[in-house]
């Protein structure tokens, strides 16, 4: 290959079909649902290599901080991280980034979905070989997975028979979602491939389909990279154009539409890890169909995936027939395996309920770190907090609490009024009501601490900023 | 009624057929199964008021300070509590109270679980003053239910046909559990009631019924008892001559070899709680059979339990069918109904796996009150600490670790080498490594505090102690 592909990385996504696992405040992308990294860092490894350059990252405000930290996890360094305003489908995400290309027209893009899994890395890496050739000469790219079931939850690509053993392969059209029938006779047919939503093609290529088959969405998503704001490591796509662009799927606006398309098969050993049965399928279940993750024990269970996501949560099953459960501290779904696509019903109806499980852990993430409350009273809490090296928490007081920390691993740096100080392991300090204080780690390792807050309200929202290297308001 | 009758209350009973809601260290009878009382609690007030003596409580050395203290609850206090050096069935504990009680030999003892469900109490007094007149006689008087379902979980009680009307009728003999054919057999017949478990008689007549039927029983359990010791509030049966006794049940020992039998009918409202199924029923299935407790949602289910027993931890039920999912904090259990009775095998299976949930729960209770680990890591570990008024923890000091204590609720007095103080909420104290430290709640009202523990080893058994008011090593 002459010049690096550009990974395009959608992670913006807040897919509810994993509940518990994967929740509005921490979606699956960026969970642990195999193996110790998320599905994200393993889409960014997939994608780096001599072959690559930086990814350019799509995601949204929440997930901006998460994003880097991950990537930083694994030494690796984001190229762009451009943040959408809000949701607008994959026609405008991946338009933005080929106008932020649009300097290097002969330039390569591959965009991928993050939350996607590819068991067989060499297999991806030898299809994306081959389609950079077909994308090199200005063909719209996309990649093909070969059916070994009549799957109705996913798209297909159908072939063109002529040309039935070349690496690349032109492509006669899309088709939506089938229903079963169908389905089985594009499996009987061996013309289909399912659509993995992986693409890639030159940015001039992609440019020019979308002014042929979606005009419509250049000026505003032009307008929303000329008027955005580069803040700290982030670019910010200006909201006002951005919400003026149609909500698209790639598909629709020029995948659909353009003729030059061809198809990389990409053979088996991908998985959108769209419901609990496909992740059930892809945990590799035993000859009688168990599955098994984290603390979790099956007696006599048929064709049941058993998931204990968080360490000291036993799950037990007995006598169990075509069922997924999947235990989190603090919330627990057990499904039929045929209506495991119904938890976004379950996310609904929980939501309506005002139950906080609905879209968030009981760990929230923070650019400093994240924090975890342990235990509530009604004038009492406590968290353990963490904040990895670097991190500074904001300077800040409370109106309404005053709170004890004591520090059990690694060092802090605390301001309270004019005092700073440094506290170790097994030290402690106290910050009365409405003191100005400060934390931060200025070692090397991980920083954890206690805090017990006690005052009559002890909502997040009692707090006064005077300064955060996070520029957050 | 002439004399006040004897409650004898059998609460040494460990089951796991309840799991996770029942372990080993704090059982069924214990726990919140319905409602804001325990069973326990349920059964003591059911045998409490103007007709019963203070209860006699049989209970194990593990339940002594919970059997007191939910009697204290309830505003009632424990007649004499004897401890059981172990688990010899109910034979031998029920010859040891009538022994206890041979100085009034015309005094009826009414020995009764303490983990059963009676729903319609006043059917059940009612049948207790109709059994007390037969035993008054010298009758054996035991409780039949009349069964609904051909139950092959109960033993049975034959009726005589004789004297079918009376409101106590002669009993022909005990039916141990039948299969399914003989159980609906026999429910078709009418003449069959469920044994409950429920005795009631002299201690002349008991005393009687033992030595003729069961003499081997007298030396060994009279000797547990001259030989006991008292301990506070508790009474020690020796261990050694205990160990001697046979382990048998009562129905074997006397009640299926005696003549002189009558059972009083229950009616119904009677509930063993012996397996999930049970517990299902007794909590009033919708229409569609669901039955809920807690923070539990069942979006289309028919003839399921969901359980969330823990404040905080969200059940969720899709498409499910017949299943029991019960979830608390650290453990979950899903199972088919129809099976719920192997919830043994689970418990065995994690017990082989060493995982504490098969017997522990995360909060240990003490005399003085309660405690629960928040979080624990490498050299540190955070506990909520509760202490009842009143209560005082040993005067203790440990070799590899020091403590930080917040107080979040109540006032605590607490003592560090020489020096006593008070604190409250908001208040904080440094226990350093090898001082000895006591913590005691002088107040009214709970005392609650967080403790953040540091060190290289945070065993419970690192701790010396120098003085106990609750006489425990």
Not at 21 to 42: A, T
Not at 403 to 432: C, D, F, K, M, Q
Not at 461 to 473: L, N, Q, S, V
Request: net charge negative; aromatic share 8%.
């Amino acid at each position: 290959m002459t010049t690096k592909i550009h990974p395009v990385i959608l992670c913006g996504g807040s897919g509810t079909r994993l509940w518990p696992l994967s929740r509005k405040s921490y979606p699956k992308q960026f969970g642990r649902v195999f193996g110790e990294l998320s599905l994200f860092q393993r889409t960014a490894a997939r994608l780096s290599g001599p072959d690559f350059a930086p990814p350019m990252l799509l995601t949204t405000s929440d997930f901006r901080f998460i994003v880097g930290q991950q990537l930083t996890e694994m030494g690796m360094e984001p190229g762009r991280i451009l943040i959408e305003p809000a949701g607008r489908n994959t026609g405008p995400a991946i338009l933005a980034a080929a106008l932020a290309l649009r300097d290097t027209p002969q330039a390569l893009m591959l965009v991928a979905p993050s939350d996607h899994l590819i068991a067989d890395e060499e297999a991806f890496r030898a299809a994306v070989r081959a389609g950079a050739a077909a994308a090199a000469e200005g063909r719209l790219v996309t990649f093909g997975v070969a059916p070994d079931r009549p799957e109705t939850g996913y798209g297909y690509l159908e072939l063109d028979e002529a040309d039935a053993d070349g690496p690349v392969r032109p492509l006669r059209r899309f088709v939506e979602k089938p229903d079963a029938e169908t389905a089985a006779q594009m499996l009987a047919s061996g013309r289909f491939l399912w659509n993995a939503g992986i693409f890639l093609f030159s940015v001039g290529a992609a440019l020019e389909a979308y002014r042929a088959h979606a005009p419509d969405l250049i000026a505003p998503v032009r307008r929303a990279l000329e008027e955005g704001r580069e803040d700290l490591d982030f670019f910010r796509l200006a909201e006002e154009p951005w919400l003026a662009a149609r909500d698209v799927s790639v598909d629709y606006a020029i995948m659909e539409k353009a003729g030059n398309l061809a198809v990389a098969p990409l053979g088996g050993g991908w998985n959108d890890l769209g419901s609990w049965t496909t992740v059930w399928r892809e945990t590799g279940p035993d000859a009688d169909g168990v599955a098994l993750s984290g603390e979790a024990t099956a007696i006599d269970c048929r064709d049941t995936l058993l998931r204990s996501e968080n360490e000291g949560v036993r799950l037990v099953g007995i006598g169990l027939e075509n069922i997924v459960a999947v235990a989190t501290r603090d919330a627990v779904l057990v499904a039929d395996m045929a209506q495991s696509q119904r938890v976004r019903e379950a996310v609904a109806a929980l939501k309506a309920q005002g139950a906080a499980q609905a879209e968030e852990f009981p760990r929230f993430h923070r650019p400093w770190g994240w924090y975890e409350t342990l235990a509530m009273g009604e004038r009492f809490q406590v968290k353990v907090i963490q904040v990895r090296p670097g991190g500074k928490l904001s300077l800040q007081s409370h109106m309404h609490r005053s709170e004890h920390w004591v520090v059990v691993e690694g060092t802090a740096r605390v301001t309270v009024g004019a005092e700073e100080r440094l506290l170790t392991e097994n030290e402690s300090v106290y910050i009365p009501l409405g003191a100005t204080h400060r934390l931060e780690n200025p070692g090397k390792v991980p920083l954890r601490l206690i805090e017990v807050q006690s005052g009559p309200y002890l909502g997040e929202d009692d707090i006064i900023r005077y300064e955060d290297i996070y520029a957050r308001g």
